[in-house]
Every structure is written in C-alpha cells, then in structure tokens.
C-alpha cells in the first residue's frame, strides 16, 4: 500500500547560546503504521548557507520511503533563531553534534549540501562514531575560487540552470529568512574553511556527490577534494545543476543508499 503521509516531529535544541531546529520525518501508510518494515535506517540532512531544510523536501519524501529523517537547521538559518556572535565552521559542526546528542540521534547517515557539507566534515572530525557514513553534496569551497565575488559569481551561472521553484526558495530564504546580515556575517567564515584540508581526518566512509552542470562545484574540485581523502568515492547526477537532490531527488536517495556501510 503506497505511503500516504510524512508525519513531522519538531524540536528546537539550544547548545550553549545557540538554538538548532530538528524535524523528524517518518512516512506512514494508509493503515497508520510505518511505510517500512523495521527499525530502517536515520539520515540527517544540513543545508547550505542561507539556506534552510525547504530545498530538502523532495529529498526528503524520497528518502522516508525506508529511513527516518531528520533535517537540522543551523543557528541563524531556516527557523532557527540568530546567535549573538559569529560562529566559526568548526563552532557549527560542533553546536550540530551536541543537538543531536540532545536529541538521541547517534548512528545516522549525516547528509550535507554546498556549505552543509563543511559542517557535515567538522561534525565527523568532533564525533567519528556518532556517524555511519557522510555524503556531502555539491561540496564548497572550490580552492581555486575561494573569494566573494567569484562565489558570487558561480551563484548567479547556476540560479540561470535552477527551476523557477528551487530559486524562489532559496530567494526568500536568503532575505526574508536568514537575512542579508547573517548571510554576509557568515561567507567569509565559508570561505576561509579549508575543506580539501579538514576532509583529510574523516573516518567514516565519505562519498562526493555533484551535478553535472553544476558551475558551483566543478569536476576538477570534486577529483582533487577526494584524492585528498584515500578511499572516498564520487559520483555525478548528470545534467544538473546545484541543487541537484531537489531536481532528481530519486536518483540522489539511490546514492545515498549506496553510501550505507552494509552491516
């Protein structure tokens, strides 16, 4: 019987002076139990920078046909409140981890998207067995183009190659949402984040996952940002771009199930 509804659970989790939203998506069928036999598998997904857990939603349908999701949403971001001081890469994924210690998530699949992904990495560095296996989609920052305006730049070429709906939610997040203020308080700490340094000291199995017109996140950054970690594996969505697990969330749910470390 198909799944008829994706029930929501939502906790605001505070760390120290930061505030983390958690959601909680688990699918039901028609009967009222769950559309998968089992426990199933948990996934945790972190959106990119201005973002929010919206973009996710595809994804996230997807993805509860066999696992519970859970989506965090950073301090400033989404719904989450802002936090009275700048806080560093490292202070995000550690204020991630400590939220979901709080809230009994241990053991999922952690999930990134573009700047989700750095805090999905400092997250593994401060908790390797808190972590099944990492998937970071559309990874940043591309160390050849590490500056502002040429950020801004790839931003633009790819908005032109996004649907009309993925642009007009990442628009209202960035304004009406996280707010040009933490936005602009928060890119430079994205840009001075070392990632192809960072990666280098994850545990669990990492897979690299980009779309192939994705001018954010070219082929040549994706090959050196893995050869810069033995053992993790890429894969490529093709002919998309960005925002690729909203365009082709089915195709991107299937990654993520190959990323699972079999038991």
Request: overall charge positive; proline content about 8%.
């Amino acid at each position: 019987m198909p799944a008829a509804d994706a029930r929501t659970q939502f906790q605001r989790v505070a760390v120290g002076d930061a505030r983390v939203d958690l959601r909680t998506y688990r699918r039901y069928d028609d009967a009222g139990t769950p559309a998968w036999p089992g426990s199933g598998s948990e996934v945790v997904l972190v959106h990119g920078i201005g973002a929010s857990e919206r973009y996710f939603g595809p994804l996230i349908w997807e993805l509860a046909r066999t696992a519970t999701v859970h989506t965090l949403e950073l301090p400033g971001f989404g719904t989450a409140p802002k936090p009275e001081r700048q806080l560093q890469m490292e202070d995000f994924g550690r204020i991630a981890v400590q939220a979901l210690e709080a809230a009994g998530i241990r053991g999922a699949q952690w999930v990134g998207h573009s700047m989700g992904c750095q805090v999905v990495v400092e997250m593994a560095l401060a908790a390797p067995d808190a972590v099944s296996s990492v998937v970071l989609l559309g990874p940043t920052i591309n160390d050849a183009e590490r500056s502002a305006p040429l950020q801004a730049l790839r931003l633009l070429q790819d908005c032109l190659g996004e649907p009309p709906v993925v642009n007009a939610i990442l628009v209202t997040d960035y304004l009406f949402r996280a707010g040009p203020r933490w936005y602009l308080k928060t890119l430079p700490v994205m840009i001075r984040h070392r990632m192809e340094e960072r990666i280098r000291g994850v545990q669990p199995p990492v897979l690299l996952v980009r779309g192939g017109k994705d001018p954010v996140v070219r082929a040549d950054w994706l090959a050196r940002l893995a050869a810069a970690r033995p053992g993790t594996r890429t894969a490529e969505v093709p002919g998309q771009p960005h925002v690729m697990m909203y365009n082709r969330p089915v195709e991107t749910a299937a990654l993520l199930h190959s990323a699972v470390p079999s038991r």
